[in-house]
């Protein structure tokens, strides 16, 4: 199969810069690729790197693209190397896009939906470009209850039902997500024997919405809760741990009852200062006359320093992270390897193939949190619909980011395209 394609950076300025404890950052920029297929089928893949996060730069990503061909293959597209996880994941992400378009088309008596609702087939793993000749993938479907779970051998075909936010859909009144629109996802193998996974209910994904860091959270979380966000992430390490502490202090006692708090420090903290942190945590659990739940700590201690993390872990209550230790695919699978049984952070965006992230998390029950790298529609689409197959489902997933920016996100993604 042959792809025409084309890409365009775009740049988004957030309302107020982000402070972190890597500093500020006030522009977000990356690239949308719109790939098209041989039938006419558009599809679409974002690039959105966060080198200080440890994925390529966004010239490295705008070099890699400017080099390829103007028509792409399977091969090419499979082909990004591991130093470019944000590529990867764009152009595979756009790659499955397309295969659900083909797939769509080749089963028109299948019930799509009403309303919203959209039906798309996800690529696993093992539908890899050399195999997927269409014609004979789509001959092979037939009907599987999202249920079944078939656990056996090549044949195995994993169903699952994707409930995944419109983007366009914003978390209203008491329950965040309310109307999520339903997006129906399945794991194909080549030769499986398999269909779309019938119509589920609709659930609620949850969102945490991204507090500032500083006291400013004291101001920002109330119309958040009002819009119907329960968990909130506040950036520490950005200020001095004493002025901080005072506003996890307030900010503890200003949340109401269910909220969950997560602190996110980016590997700013030193030893002693993530100790401290984690002692007024602890403290907090029982007996608390607060009412809000601090759910763990992301991040502590720079990226070297595992082994810290993973002793702190055993020792506090309070459950650490791990974000910028499992940036990538690769960082994931050593912190894993190395015995990480706590909580880890994935930002689909930056880890990299999806297809890969399917096949681990589909061999090692990781507890989960999908998170935002502040990317446009486009990849959150995508992003969710990861989250929604290979999150923790009891945790919020992190993608409560669209107040941060000015400018509206639409759905429409030709319309997008055509602002660039
Ligand atoms: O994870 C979230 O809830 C929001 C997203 C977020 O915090 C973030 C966004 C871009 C880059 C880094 C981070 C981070 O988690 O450290
Ligand atoms: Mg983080």
């Known amino acids: 199969m042959l792809y025409q394609w084309e890409f365009r950076p775009y ?8 402070q972190t404890s890597h500093g500020c950052w006030a522009v977000r920029e990356g690239v949308i690729l719109r790939l098209v297929d041989d039938a006419g089928n558009i599809s679409w893949g974002e690039i959105a790197p ?7 730069t966004l010239e490295q990503a705008l070099a890699f693209c400017h080099q390829l061909p103007t028509v792409l293959t399977d091969d090419l597209i499979f082909a990004v190397p591991d130093t470019l996880p944000c590529c990867q994941f764009a152009f595979e992400s756009a790659w499955e896009g397309l295969q659900e378009s083909a797939i769509a088309q080749a089963a028109p008596q299948r019930d799509r939906g009403a309303g919203n609702q959209a039906s798309f087939v996800t690529a696993s793993s093992t539908l890899r470009p050399q195999n997927s000749n269409l014609a004979a993938l789509n001959s092979a479907i037939t009907v599987q209850n999202s249920a079944l779970r078939d656990q056996s051998s090549d044949v195995a075909v994993q169903s699952s039902i994707l409930r995944v936010q419109n983007s366009s859909l914003r978390p209203q009144n008491s329950d965040v997500a309310v109307q999520n629109s339903k997006l129906q996802s399945q794991d194909l193998r080549p030769n499986s024997r398999s269909t779309a996974p019938l119509p589920s209910p609709l659930s609620p994904l949850p969102y945490s919405a991204l507090l500032p860091a500083g006291n400013l959270a004291l101001h920002t979380w109330q ?15 950005v200020q001095a741990i004493a002025t901080e502490l005072k506003v ?77 230790s499992v940036a990538t695919l690769q960082q994931l699978q050593t912190c894993y390897e190395h015995g990480w049984r706590g909580i880890y952070v994935i930002k689909p965006a930056i880890v990299g193939s999806p297809s890969r992230l399917r096949q681990f998390c589909q061999h090692h029950p990781i507890d989960a949190v999908f998170s935002s790298s502040f990317e446009t529609a486009i990849g959150r689409q995508a992003g969710l619909r990861l989250a929604a197959s290979l999150g923790n489902p009891d945790r919020a997933v992190g993608y409560g980011t669209t107040h941060w920016f000015e400018d509206s996100e639409s759905d429409a993604f030709e319309q997008l395209w055509q602002t660039l």
């Open 223 to 237: 119309p958040l809760w009002a819009q119907g966000f329960r968990t909130f992430k506040w950036k520490i390490g």
């Open 248 to 324: 996890l202090d307030a900010l503890t006692q200003a949340l109401p009852k269910p909220a969950k708090l997560r602190l996110d420090a980016n590997g700013g903290l030193s030893a002693d200062e993530t100790t401290q942190w984690l002692q007024a945590c602890d403290a907090m659990i029982d007996p608390s006359n607060r009412g809000v739940v601090l759910e763990y700590i992301e991040q502590p201690l720079p990226i070297a320093q595992f082994e810290a993390m993973q002793d702190l872990s055993q020792n506090y209550r309070t459950p650490i992270a791990l974000d910028e």
């Open 11 to 18: 740049q988004r300025r957030f309302k107020q810069p982000l």
């Open 50 to 56: 966060i080198p200080w996060f440890g994925s390529e």
